[in-house]
């Protein structure tokens, strides 16, 4: 009987440990991506619809690259492996910081995540949380009175079609005159370019419209630099903020690459007692750079006793898990953070500075699955 007894408590602990495991909650989803140009006219755009990805965020893992003519056969780095938000890991988050939607279906489904156009300057896309109120496939479309006033030439309304601007489906939210829906302008998915919805490739939305029911919670946060750390090494994932995104639709001189106190403050907490271990001086180039994809700026430095849940695998969309491990061996180098200091001076780069870029861009570039081999 005593042995007996011995075995099923075993067993116990056994699956109460398998059981703990599969309901760790992930730290970030995709895997880090590359793509060769198929023709001399391969626009960035094109590239970004192509392989569901916003076009600022496409731009900005690529500064080097015209986006209107990047050339035959060139490298393209597509930043498909994204750090999770800081929020709740249910139903619907958005991230207005980089331009993209987390859905979390919940039941040990893959998460899954989107980019979105939203809210230009004037016209924000409020933060907060509310939820979908309704839901109308092949919607139709009105303008505001906003709108009509400054185009007056509007029709009173656009019916279901590829002319209409709610594209193939609305999910409609608690704020009143704001929804998630497709879009007639699939250039303008990864831009701060609507009067303050949020869009996405028609494909997308329809994918996600019959998984979402009325009532489902969305929560929008603004988190451009993103952290987590992951088998003991912290990584950061910073994004252009929203003037920065604007000056990257155009070009990348001039752009004012500033570090806010809020994001070093973040930053700051998230390291806690192990900032005396972190390579400051690759957090500043995570900062300077924006690159919109995780970049590891520490050696293993933390042994975590929750290790299971800080290294469980989100998969990406379809479910498949990377087999890459390109970690950088990157040297650590003491650098006070104090050295990290709040600036709006602007930082030109030359051709030659940007060509150095993309190559530390790439050495950068980091996949986090397989990383306990």
């Given at each position: 009987?005593?042995?007996?007894?011995?075995?099923?408590?075993?067993?116990?602990?056994?699956?109460?440990?398998?059981?703990?495991?599969?309901?760790?909650?992930?730290?970030?989803?995709?895997?880090?991506?590359?793509?060769?140009?198929?023709?001399?006219?391969?626009?960035?755009?094109?590239?970004?619809?192509?392989?569901?990805?916003?076009?600022?965020?496409?731009?900005?893992?690529?500064?080097?690259?015209?986006?209107?003519?990047?050339?035959?056969?060139?490298?393209?780095?597509?930043?498909?492996?994204?750090?999770?938000?800081?929020?709740?890991?249910?139903?619907?988050?958005?991230?207005?910081?980089?331009?993209?939607?987390?859905?979390?279906?919940?039941?040990?489904?893959?998460?899954?995540?989107?980019?979105?156009?939203?809210?230009?300057?004037?016209?924000?896309?409020?933060?907060?949380?509310?939820?979908?109120?309704?839901?109308?496939?092949?919607?139709?479309?009105?303008?505001?009175?906003?709108?009509?006033?400054?185009?007056?030439?509007?029709?009173?309304?656009?019916?279901?079609?590829?002319?209409?601007?709610?594209?193939?489906?609305?999910?409609?939210?608690?704020?009143?005159?704001?929804?998630?829906?497709?879009?007639?302008?699939?250039?303008?998915?990864?831009?701060?370019?609507?009067?303050?919805?949020?869009?996405?490739?028609?494909?997308?939305?329809?994918?996600?419209?019959?998984?979402?029911?009325?009532?489902?919670?969305?929560?929008?946060?603004?988190?451009?630099?993103?952290t987590a750390w992951i088998d003991g090494r912290f990584y950061i994932e910073a994004h252009p903020n929203a003037y920065q995104s604007d000056k990257i639709v155009n070009t990348y001189e001039d752009i004012d690459y500033e570090v806010s106190e809020k994001e070093l403050s973040a930053i700051f907490k998230a390291v806690g007692e192990y900032k005396d271990q972190i390579d400051w001086k690759d957090v500043r180039k995570a900062l300077r750079y924006r690159a919109g994809y995780p970049v590891v700026v520490s050696g293993k430095i933390k042994d975590n006793a929750d290790k299971k849940t800080?290294?469980?695998?989100?998969?990406?969309?379809?479910?498949?898990?990377?087999?890459?491990?390109?970690?950088?061996?990157?040297?650590?180098?003491?650098?006070?953070?104090?050295?990290?200091?709040?600036?709006?001076?602007?930082?030109?780069?030359?051709?030659?500075?940007?060509?150095?870029?993309?190559?530390?861009?790439?050495?950068?570039?980091?996949?986090?699955?397989?990383?306990?081999?």
């Amino acid at each position: 009987m005593i042995k007996l007894t011995r075995s099923l408590l075993v067993a116990a602990l056994v699956l109460s440990a398998v059981s703990s495991f599969a309901h760790a909650e992930p730290t970030y989803v995709g895997e880090m991506q590359d793509y060769r140009t198929v023709r001399e006219d391969d626009t960035l755009i094109e590239i970004a619809y192509r392989e569901n990805l916003g076009y600022v965020e496409l731009r900005a893992a690529n500064p080097s690259l015209d986006p209107w003519l990047p050339g035959y056969n060139e490298k393209v780095i597509l930043p498909k492996q994204h750090l999770l938000p800081d929020a709740p890991h249910k139903d619907i988050v958005i991230n207005l910081g980089e331009m993209r939607l987390y859905f979390y279906p919940g039941k040990g489904r893959p998460i899954q995540t989107y980019p979105l156009g939203i809210g230009r300057e004037g016209l924000l896309t409020p933060k907060g949380t509310t939820t979908i109120t309704r839901k109308k496939d092949k919607p139709s479309w009105s303008p505001t009175e906003r709108m009509r006033k400054e185009k007056p030439e509007l029709p009173a309304t656009v019916g279901p079609g590829p002319d209409n601007p709610m594209g193939s489906a609305a999910l409609y939210l608690g704020w009143p005159l704001y929804a998630i829906h497709g879009t007639n302008t699939p250039w303008g998915i990864g831009r701060r370019v609507s009067s303050g919805c949020l869009r996405m490739y028609n494909e997308d939305i329809t994918k996600l419209y019959g998984q979402v029911p009325v009532g489902t919670t969305v929560t929008v946060v603004d988190q451009p630099v993103k952290t987590a750390w992951i088998d003991g090494r912290f990584y950061i994932e910073a994004h252009p903020n929203a003037y920065q995104s604007d000056k990257i639709v155009n070009t990348y001189e001039d752009i004012d690459y500033e570090v806010s106190e809020k994001e070093l403050s973040a930053i700051f907490k998230a390291v806690g007692e192990y900032k005396d271990q972190i390579d400051w001086k690759d957090v500043r180039k995570a900062l300077r750079y924006r690159a919109g994809y995780p970049v590891v700026v520490s050696g293993k430095i933390k042994d975590n006793a929750d290790k299971k849940t800080e290294d469980k695998l989100a998969t990406t969309n379809d479910g498949h898990k990377s087999d890459n491990d390109v970690v950088a061996d990157i040297p650590v180098q003491k650098v006070e953070p104090e050295d990290i200091k709040p600036s709006k001076k602007p930082w030109k780069k030359t051709k030659a500075q940007k060509e150095v870029d993309t190559e530390e861009r790439q050495d950068q570039a980091v996949s986090l699955t397989d990383l306990n081999n």
